[in-house]
C-alpha cells in the first residue's frame, strides 16, 4: 500500500471503531434495541436467521451442481415460507408479476419487431415497465366508463395472462425458423450461483435477509399501509373505478397510486399478503439489478457483494415488508439508472450500444411519477445529471438506422406517458392540480386552482417557524443521527429506515475514490473518455473498449448532486423519514463496488476494507431484525397447518368483536361511506369507504372543516358521508370532537342511533337548520366557508 491508501486504511478503522462504540453503547445497551433483543420473540427470531443462514450458506458453497443448489436453497425457502403463513401469497403475487412481464414482452415484441438484441436484464426490465404501464393505462379507460369492482379486475388480469399467453406461443411458433428472441447478455442461471466460498457466503447473506423480511411480513402492517395502501378495495376503486371521487379530503389519498392500481386484482383477499408481497418481490428485483450492475463492470464477486451490502441496509430491506410504493419506485429507479449505464457504453457490444436506451430510460422515468410523490424530485434531478452526461459524453443516440424501425419505436414512450396521464388526471379531477403533496404550489403558479375542501399548505411544515440558524442546528443534528447515532428528536421515522453505519463507511470510502478520481484527470470530460484513458482492461466486456469509462464520470456527478438533495430536504422538512434515501444509499452501494474494476486490479487496501465491512453488515443484520416500518417484533408465529396463508380478515374480526362493534358493521356496506371518530389508523378496519376524523383534522387534512359545525356539516354533504362511527372513549379524548357529535345528535342531524358496547352508529341528516336557525343552505355555506377559509390562509 502507498502512503494514501494507508491512511485511508487507517481512518477508515477508527470510523469503524467509533461507530461500533458509540452504537453499542447508545442503541444496545442504553437505547432501544436493548429491550427489543432480549424480547422473546427476537431471539426466536435471531436463531431461525441463524439457521437460514447456514442451511443457505451450506447449499451453495458444499454442493457443487447448480440444479441441487438452486433445489436446496429453494426447499428452505418454501418450507420457511410455509411455516410463516405466506407461500400462498409469494407464489400468487409472482404468478401476477409473471403475466404484467408477459404481457410487457409482447408489447415490446410489437415495437421492436421479431428480434431484440438486448442484454437479459435490460430486457426484462423493459418488459416490466411497459406491462405496468400497459395495466394501468387498462384500468384507466374502462374506469372512464364508469365500471370498476375487485372482480372485474381479477378477470381482466386473468384474461390478459391468457391472451399474452396464446401470442407468445404462436409467435414462437411462427419464428421457430426465424431468428429467436435471445438476450445477448447479462445474467444467466449461472451467473446467479456462487462458484466459490466468499461468493457463497454473499449470497447466502443476501437471501437470508430476504427471508429475514419474509418472516415478517405478515405483521409488518405499518401506519402507512393501514391508512390507504392496503384499503384500495375502499379507497380506490369502490366498485365503480378509480375515477369515483369518494369523499375522501386527505393528502394521502390524491397521491399518485400506481402501486395500488397495479395491486388491485391481488386486493380484497382474507389476507394482506397478496399485495404486501409485491413490495417484496420488488426488493428481490432491486437486490438483483443492483448485483448486476456491479458485477458487469467488476465481477462476479462484486455482483454479491452489492447484493449482500443491500441486505445489510435497513432503510432499503425494511421497505420490502410494506404496501407502501418505495422500493417499487426504487425498482423502477434503479433500471432508470442502469439504462443510462448502457447508453454510457457499460454495453459491450456494437449492437447493444446501438439500441435506444434514451427512450427506454425516458419510459422508465416516466413510471416514477406514478408511484410516489417524492419520485418527482429525486427522479427528476437523476434524470437531469444522466442527461447532462449523455449530452456532454456525446453519447445521447435516439436514431436508429432504419425509418420503419425508428417510426415503431416512437411508440415506445406511449404507454408510460398515458399512465402518467390517466393517473394525474385522477388527482387533477379531485383536487384541481395534477400533482399534490409539496408539488401543489407550483401548479398554482401555473395557473390551477386546489378545489376546497382541499388543501396542501402545511405540507413541509411552516417554513417561518424555524430561523435560518435554527434550520442548520436541526440540520446538524438530523445528518448525525442518520449517519451516526439516529436516537432524540427527529429519529423516529429514521431508526426504522436506517443507513447504518454501513452507508457511512461507504460514502466515505467513496469520498476517498472520488477525490483520487478527479486528482488523476478522472473530470476531464469527453476528451478523456473518447480517447480512452480510463478503460480497465479485464473487466467485464471492457477489452479493447473504452466506453465503460463514462459511467464513473456520470456517477462523479450524480450521487453529490443526490446527497445535496438529500440534505436539502433535511434542512426544509418538517419531519424526516428515512426512506427517502433509499435511492441514494442503493447508488452509493453499486458505486463503490466499482471501485475495484476501475483501480483494474484487487489492493492490499480493498483486502483490509473486506475486514472492516464485515462487522457493519452484520450489525445492519442485527439491527434489520431489530427494526421494522410497522415496528413488529419477531416473526409471524410458526404454523404448519394452515391454507397457505395469514388470515388477516379474521384477525380483524376477532378485534371488532372484543370491541363490541359486531352489529355496527354488519349494519354497513361496502360502498357506505362513513366518517369514524376513533383511534387512527385501528378504526379504519371498518369494511367500507371510511375515513377517520383525523385524516379530517391532522395531518395532510384540513382542520378548518371542523372550525365550525356548519362547515362540518356542508363538508359532510358535498363528501358524500352517510354515516357517523364514534368510538367508545374517544368523544372524552378529543373535545372538540365530543362537541361536535353532541351538536348534531342534539339539532337531529344525525339520527338512527345505534349503540353497542359504548359505541355509536348514526346516519347523517342535513335537512334541519344551520347553527343560525336558517334553512340548510349547501351553497350559501360553501361560499361562506371559501371566504373564511382563504381569509384565514392569507389569499
Same mark, same amino acid.
Given at each position: 500500500m502507498?502512503?494514501r491508501?494507508?491512511?485511508?486504511?487507517?481512518?477508515?478503522? #477508527?470510523?469503524?471503531?467509533?461507530?461500533?462504540?458509540?452504537?453499542?453503547i447508545?442503541?444496545?445497551?442504553l437505547?432501544?434495541?436493548?429491550?427489543?433483543?432480549?424480547?422473546?420473540?427476537?431471539?426466536?427470531?435471531?436463531?431461525?436467521?441463524?439457521?437460514?443462514?447456514?442451511?443457505?450458506f451450506w447449499?451453495l458453497?458444499?454442493v457443487?451442481?447448480?440444479?441441487l443448489?438452486i433445489?436446496?436453497?429453494?426447499a428452505?425457502?418454501?418450507?420457511? +415460507?410455509?411455516?410463516?403463513?405466506?407461500?400462498?401469497?409469494?407464489a400468487?403475487?409472482?404468478?401476477?408479476?409473471?403475466?404484467l412481464?408477459?404481457?410487457?414482452?409482447?408489447?415490446?415484441?410489437g415495437?421492436?419487431g421479431?428480434?431484440?438484441?438486448?442484454?437479459?436484464?435490460?430486457?426484462?426490465?423493459?418488459?416490466?415497465?411497459?406491462?405496468?404501464?400497459?395495466?394501468?393505462?387498462?384500468?384507466?379507460?374502462?374506469?372512464?366508463?364508469g365500471?370498476?369492482?375487485l372482480?372485474?379486475?381479477?378477470?381482466?388480469?386473468a384474461?390478459?395472462?391468457?391472451?399474452?399467453?396464446?401470442?407468445?406461443?404462436?409467435?414462437?411458433?411462427?419464428?421457430?425458423?426465424?431468428?429467436?428472441?435471445?438476450?445477448?447478455?447479462?445474467?444467466?442461471?449461472?451467473?446467479?450461483?456462487?462458484?466459490n466460498?466468499?461468493?457463497? #457466503?454473499?449470497?447466502?447473506?443476501?437471501?437470508?435477509?430476504v427471508?429475514?423480511?419474509?418472516?415478517?411480513?405478515?405483521?409488518?402492517?405499518?401506519y402507512?399501509?393501514?391508512?390507504?395502501?392496503?384499503? +384500495?378495495?375502499?379507497?380506490?376503486?369502490?366498485?365503480?373505478?378509480?375515477?369515483?371521487?369518494?369523499g375522501?379530503?386527505?393528502?394521502?389519498y390524491?397521491?399518485?397510486?400506481?402501486?395500488?392500481?397495479?395491486?388491485?386484482?391481488l386486493?380484497g383477499?382474507?389476507?394482506?399478503?397478496?399485495?404486501?408481497?409485491l413490495?417484496?418481490?420488488?426488493?428481490?428485483?432491486?437486490?438483483?439489478?443492483?448485483?448486476?450492475i456491479?458485477?458487469?463492470?467488476?465481477?462476479?464477486?462484486?455482483?454479491?457483494?452489492?447484493?449482500?451490502?443491500?441486505?445489510?441496509?435497513?432503510?432499503?430491506?425494511?421497505?420490502?415488508?410494506?404496501?407502501k410504493?418505495?422500493? =417499487?419506485?426504487?425498482?423502477f429507479?434503479?433500471?432508470?439508472?442502469?439504462?443510462?449505464?448502457?447508453?454510457?457504453?457499460?454495453?459491450?457490444?456494437?449492437?447493444?450500444?446501438?439500441?435506444?436506451w434514451?427512450?427506454?430510460?425516458?419510459?422508465t422515468?416516466l413510471?416514477?411519477?406514478?408511484?410516489?410523490?417524492?419520485?418527482?424530485v429525486?427522479?427528476?434531478?437523476?434524470?437531469?445529471?444522466?442527461?447532462?452526461?449523455?449530452?456532454?459524453?456525446?453519447r445521447?443516440?435516439?436514431t436508429i438506422?432504419?425509418?420503419?424501425?425508428?417510426?415503431?419505436?416512437?411508440? $415506445?414512450?406511449?404507454?408510460?406517458?398515458?399512465?402518467?396521464?390517466?393517473l394525474?388526471?385522477?388527482?387533477?379531477?379531485?383536487?384541481?392540480?395534477?400533482?399534490?403533496?409539496?408539488?401543489?404550489?407550483?401548479?398554482?403558479?401555473?395557473?390551477f386552482?386546489?378545489?376546497?375542501?382541499?388543501?396542501?399548505?402545511?405540507?413541509?411544515?411552516?417554513p417561518? +417557524? $424555524?430561523?435560518?440558524?435554527?434550520?442548520?442546528t436541526?440540520?446538524?443534528?438530523?445528518?448525525?443521527?442518520?449517519a451516526?447515532?439516529p436516537l432524540?428528536?427527529?429519529?423516529?421515522?429514521?431508526?426504522?429506515?436506517?443507513?447504518?453505519?454501513?452507508?457511512?463507511?461507504?460514502?466515505?470510502l467513496?469520498?476517498?475514490?472520488?477525490?483520487?478520481?478527479?486528482?488523476?484527470?478522472?473530470?476531464?470530460?469527453?476528451?478523456?473518455f473518447?480517447?480512452?484513458?480510463?478503460? =480497465?482492461?479485464?473487466?467485464?466486456?471492457?477489452?479493447?473498449?473504452?466506453?465503460?469509462?463514462?459511467?464513473?464520470?456520470c456517477?462523479?456527478?450524480?450521487?453529490?448532486?443526490?446527497?445535496?438533495?438529500?440534505?436539502?430536504s433535511?434542512?426544509?422538512?418538517?419531519?424526516?423519514?428515512?426512506?427517502?434515501?433509499?435511492?441514494?444509499?442503493?447508488?452509493?452501494?453499486t458505486?463503490?463496488?466499482?471501485?475495484?474494476q476501475?483501480?483494474?486490479?484487487?489492493?492490499?487496501?480493498?483486502?483490509n476494507?473486506?475486514?472492516?465491512?464485515?462487522?457493519l453488515?452484520?450489525?445492519?443484520?442485527?439491527?434489520?431484525?431489530?427494526?421494522?416500518?410497522?415496528g413488529?417484533?419477531?416473526?409471524?408465529?410458526?404454523?404448519?397447518?394452515?391454507?397457505?396463508?395469514?388470515?388477516?380478515?379474521?384477525?380483524?374480526?376477532e378485534?371488532?368483536?372484543?370491541?363490541?362493534? +359486531?352489529?355496527?358493521?354488519s349494519?354497513l356496506?361496502?360502498?357506505?361511506?362513513?366518517?369514524?371518530?376513533?383511534?387512527?389508523?385501528? =378504526?379504519l378496519? $371498518?369494511?367500507?369507504?371510511?375515513?377517520?376524523?383525523?385524516?379530517?383534522?391532522?395531518?395532510?387534512?384540513?382542520?378548518?372543516?371542523?372550525?365550525?359545525?356548519?362547515y362540518?356539516?356542508?363538508?359532510?354533504?358535498?363528501s358524500?358521508?352517510?354515516?357517523?362511527?364514534?368510538?367508545?372513549?374517544y368523544?372524552?379524548?378529543?373535545?372538540?370532537?365530543?362537541?361536535?357529535?353532541?351538536?348534531?345528535?342534539?339539532?337531529?342531524s344525525?339520527?338512527d342511533? =345505534?349503540?353497542e358496547?359504548?359505541?355509536?352508529?348514526?346516519?347523517?341528516?342535513?335537512?334541519?337548520?344551520?347553527?343560525?336557525?336558517?334553512?340548510?343552505?349547501?351553497?350559501?355555506?360553501?361560499?361562506?366557508?371559501a371566504?373564511?377559509?382563504?381569509?384565514?390562509?392569507?389569499?
Amino acid at each position: 500500500m502507498n502512503r494514501r491508501e494507508k491512511w485511508i486504511l487507517a481512518l477508515a478503522g #477508527l470510523l469503524v471503531l467509533f461507530l461500533l462504540t458509540i452504537q453499542g453503547i447508545g442503541l444496545w445497551i442504553l437505547g432501544p434495541f436493548h429491550q427489543i433483543i432480549v424480547d422473546h420473540a427476537t431471539a426466536a427470531m435471531l436463531v431461525e436467521t441463524a439457521a437460514v443462514l447456514v442451511w443457505n450458506f451450506w447449499w451453495l458453497s458444499r454442493v457443487e451442481q447448480p440444479g441441487l443448489q438452486i433445489t436446496g436453497c429453494a426447499a428452505g425457502l418454501a418450507v420457511f +415460507s410455509w411455516c410463516h403463513r405466506i407461500l400462498v401469497p409469494l407464489a400468487g403475487t409472482a404468478l401476477y408479476v409473471g403475466v404484467l412481464l408477459l404481457a410487457g414482452r409482447n408489447v415490446r415484441k410489437g415495437i421492436f419487431g421479431k428480434s431484440s438484441l438486448l442484454p437479459t436484464a435490460e430486457r426484462l426490465g423493459l418488459d416490466l415497465i411497459l406491462g405496468c404501464a400497459l395495466w394501468i393505462v387498462i384500468v384507466c379507460l374502462v374506469s372512464l366508463t364508469g365500471h370498476g369492482g375487485l372482480w372485474l379486475w381479477r378477470t381482466l388480469a386473468a384474461l390478459l395472462g391468457a391472451v399474452c399467453g396464446l401470442a407468445e406461443l404462436w409467435a414462437r411458433g411462427r419464428e421457430s425458423s426465424q431468428i429467436p428472441d435471445v438476450p445477448t447478455g447479462g445474467p444467466s442461471g449461472s451467473c446467479l450461483l456462487p462458484e466459490n466460498r466468499k461468493q457463497a #457466503l454473499l449470497a447466502a447473506f443476501a437471501l437470508t435477509m430476504v427471508m429475514v423480511q419474509i418472516g415478517r411480513l405478515n405483521l409488518s402492517l405499518d401506519y402507512d399501509s393501514l391508512h390507504y395502501g392496503l384499503r +384500495s378495495a375502499y379507497v380506490l376503486d369502490n366498485g365503480r373505478g378509480i375515477f369515483e371521487d369518494l369523499g375522501m379530503v386527505n393528502l394521502v389519498y390524491t397521491y399518485p397510486k400506481g402501486l395500488e392500481v397495479l395491486a388491485l386484482p391481488l386486493n380484497g383477499t382474507p389476507t394482506y399478503g397478496f399485495v404486501l408481497s409485491l413490495s417484496l418481490l420488488a426488493t428481490v428485483g432491486v437486490m438483483l439489478l443492483a448485483g448486476h450492475i456491479a458485477g458487469r463492470r467488476a465481477g462476479k464477486t462484486r455482483r454479491f457483494w452489492a447484493m449482500a451490502m443491500l441486505g445489510a441496509v435497513p432503510g432499503v430491506m425494511n421497505m420490502a415488508a410494506t404496501a407502501k410504493s418505495d422500493n =417499487v419506485t426504487l425498482l423502477f429507479q434503479l433500471l432508470f439508472f442502469d439504462f443510462v449505464c448502457c447508453a454510457l457504453g457499460a454495453a459491450g457490444e456494437k449492437q447493444e450500444r446501438e439500441q435506444p436506451w434514451f427512450l427506454m430510460g425516458l419510459c422508465t422515468y416516466l413510471m416514477t411519477l406514478v408511484l410516489k410523490p417524492t419520485a418527482i424530485v429525486f427522479s427528476t434531478i437523476m434524470a437531469a445529471v444522466c442527461l447532462f452526461c449523455l449530452a456532454w459524453c456525446r453519447r445521447l443516440r435516439i436514431t436508429i438506422k432504419g425509418r420503419e424501425k425508428w417510426t415503431r419505436l416512437l411508440f $415506445l414512450p406511449l404507454l408510460p406517458a398515458a399512465a402518467v396521464a390517466g393517473l394525474w388526471y385522477r388527482t387533477w379531477k379531485m383536487t384541481g392540480v395534477p400533482v399534490t403533496s409539496i408539488f401543489a404550489g407550483i401548479f398554482e403558479r401555473l395557473g390551477f386552482t386546489v378545489r376546497l375542501p382541499y388543501t396542501f399548505t402545511g405540507v413541509i411544515g411552516n417554513p417561518a +417557524s $424555524l430561523s435560518t440558524g435554527e434550520k442548520l442546528t436541526r440540520l446538524a443534528r438530523r445528518i448525525w443521527g442518520m449517519a451516526v447515532l439516529p436516537l432524540g428528536e427527529d429519529m423516529d421515522h429514521v431508526i426504522i429506515a436506517w443507513g447504518t453505519g454501513l452507508v457511512t463507511l461507504l460514502a466515505f470510502l467513496w469520498a476517498c475514490w472520488l477525490a483520487g478520481f478527479v486528482r488523476t484527470g478522472g473530470m476531464r470530460g469527453r476528451r478523456g473518455f473518447a480517447a480512452g484513458k480510463h478503460a =480497465v482492461p479485464g473487466a467485464h466486456g471492457s477489452a479493447a473498449r473504452p466506453w465503460a469509462s463514462a459511467q464513473p464520470f456520470c456517477e462523479a456527478l450524480l450521487l453529490p448532486v443526490l446527497g445535496l438533495a438529500c440534505i436539502y430536504s433535511v434542512y426544509t422538512l418538517s419531519q424526516v423519514d428515512g426512506n427517502y434515501f433509499i435511492l441514494f444509499y442503493t447508488l452509493l452501494i453499486t458505486g463503490v463496488s466499482g471501485i475495484r474494476q476501475r483501480h483494474g486490479r484487487k489492493t492490499d487496501l480493498e483486502r483490509n476494507l473486506s475486514g472492516l465491512l464485515a462487522p457493519l453488515a452484520a450489525a445492519g443484520l442485527f439491527a434489520t431484525c431489530c427494526t421494522s416500518w410497522a415496528g413488529a417484533v419477531g416473526f409471524t408465529p410458526v404454523s404448519l397447518i394452515h391454507p397457505g396463508w395469514y388470515d388477516h380478515r379474521e384477525a380483524i374480526q376477532e378485534r371488532q368483536a372484543e370491541a363490541g362493534i +359486531s352489529e355496527i358493521v354488519s349494519a354497513l356496506t361496502p360502498r357506505s361511506r362513513v366518517v369514524a371518530f376513533g383511534e387512527h389508523p385501528r =378504526v379504519l378496519d $371498518l369494511p367500507c369507504s371510511v375515513q377517520s376524523y383525523y385524516d379530517i383534522t391532522g395531518s395532510g387534512g384540513n382542520v378548518y372543516l371542523v372550525k365550525k359545525l356548519d362547515y362540518f356539516k356542508w363538508y359532510l354533504d358535498i363528501s358524500g358521508t352517510e354515516y357517523i362511527f364514534v368510538e367508545k372513549g374517544y368523544g372524552d379524548r378529543q373535545s372538540r370532537a365530543g362537541e361536535i357529535i353532541r351538536y348534531m345528535i342534539e339539532d337531529k342531524s344525525l339520527t338512527d342511533l =345505534v349503540y353497542e358496547d359504548g359505541n355509536l352508529l348514526g346516519r347523517v341528516h342535513l335537512g334541519g337548520p344551520d347553527s343560525d336557525g336558517n334553512p340548510y343552505d349547501r351553497q350559501r355555506i360553501g361560499r361562506e366557508f371559501a371566504e373564511s377559509f382563504y381569509q384565514y390562509m392569507g389569499k
